[in-house]
């Protein structure tokens, strides 16, 4: 009788204690900020928290956002945020102010890290069909949409533009709509241009309506312009396939590219370094998942860390989980043989002086 009693106590005990970890493990809410609803990173956000973190016993709410500024902002300051989305053109731009001695981009930047870079995202450059323009080294003096402020899109297109032109976008050329707005503006011949970054294939062209694609058409790099040899200092060459819009497009189309990267915050509390253990180590262990289920770009993504640039640093406790795991998922192969459009921004002030276009554009105004 005793034996029966102790027994069922024992039963009791292990089932209270696994109970105990399945609620521990439940504790663990988190959210990612991505991109806009239509974009190519809050896709990445739902696969990561489908085929990532929901295995790591992580619940992972993906946040829209404007873009990589907005989400540099909210994964430094908002509660709850333990990752985000970040074009690297962005990430650099807050390390150069930093270094150049402006307090709040490095206040806001020094205690980021870096999981891994993802893949390249493609920068269009949009016009009418009916536009002369047929290169993007002609967009000078043009009216132009280049993307919500917060969002990556205004930093690549604002820094893509003063490399080509050695100047700013004139302001009263400049229109800061969002990718939505930008198109319908495009089309109703409010702006000349529309820029726009996302990872092919993109949800904004292939959604659209086909009366409406048929109205619209991508510019092409000019390998000859003194312009693209400019560019080529910060961005990289692409091209927008065929394939990844086979219903519209008769022809591959080269433009520029810029790299994705998962961010998170330098953290030391023990629960949450535990958490972002198992999310690397599920990362790892996930990938074919990733790379078979997720949004395309998956396919571009390497397991691999690279040396980073100055000022840039990956976070430790999750770099030595990954190399750890991507060191035995290759030795096991080699094993087994195998928004709403908001105009020309008033003036805005930081520590009493006017904002630079950089400061606004990296929302550290108003601070």
Known sequence: MLKTILAALTGLGALLFATLAVAASADAHYRIVTGPERGTYIQIGQDLAKWVAQPAGIDLEVIPSKGSAENVQRMRFEPGVKLALVQSDVYQAYVDMANAGNEDAGTTIRPLRLIMPLYDEEIYFVVRSDSPMKSINEIKDKVISVGLIGSGTAQSATTLYRLMFGEPIPEQNAQHLSNEDALAALIVKKIDVAIVVAGQPAKLFTDMNPDLLQQIRFLRVDPNAPETARAKQTYFPATIHVSSYPNWLKEDVPTWTVKAFLVTYDYNLRGTVGNLKRFADSLCENFDNLQEHGHPKWKQVKLELP????????????????????????????????????????????????????????????K
């Not at 840039?312 to 991507?326: D, G, N, S, T």
């Not at 290759?330 to 921004?345: D, E, I, N």
Request: aromatic share 6%; hydrophobic share 35%; net charge positive.
């Open 307 to 366: 040396a980073l640039g100055k000022g840039w640093q990956y976070y430790p406790p999750v770099e030595r989980r990954l190399k750890a795991c991507f060191a035995h998922r290759a030795a096991m192969q080699t094993a087994g043989g195998s928004a709403t459009p908001q105009g020309a921004a008033a003036t805005q002030k930081i520590n009493g002086r006017p904002c630079s276009d950089q400061e606004r554009l990296l929302l550290l105004c108003g």
